[in-house]
């Protein structure tokens, strides 16, 4: 029954790291989360207002796409990453390996 319980948990926890890895090459292969902003969105949609006044200086693209991460980008809903998901999965795989004792104790 421990094997089962072993392998069911290894399975569980290649199958969670397997999303998340391919959530993150899908998404551009970034170290940190990031979401789209709308203050950023507002902020690309002025181009030129400030640089056509310094003679034809070009402003560089504002990246404001969604990028899931290795790492957390911040609290909130950027806390999404691939750590913060394989993470709990493989501290619950360990614990199944590691695990004393019977799981139900007959009386």
Known sequence: MKALIQLFALLCFAAIAFACFMLWDATGRHAF???PSAELAALSRQEGS???LFG???QPPI???FAFGLLP???GAEAASAL???GPALF????AFFRR??????V
């Open 84 to 86: 913060t998901f394989a």
């Open 63 to 65: 990246d404001n796409a």
């Open 101 to 106: 004792g019977k799981l139900l104790r007959k």
């Open 56 to 58: 034809g200086a070009t």
């Open 73 to 75: 980008g911040g609290v």
């Open 50 to 52: 400030l640089t056509s």
């Open 33 to 35: 989360t990031n979401l």
């Open 92 to 95: 619950l795989t360990l614990a």
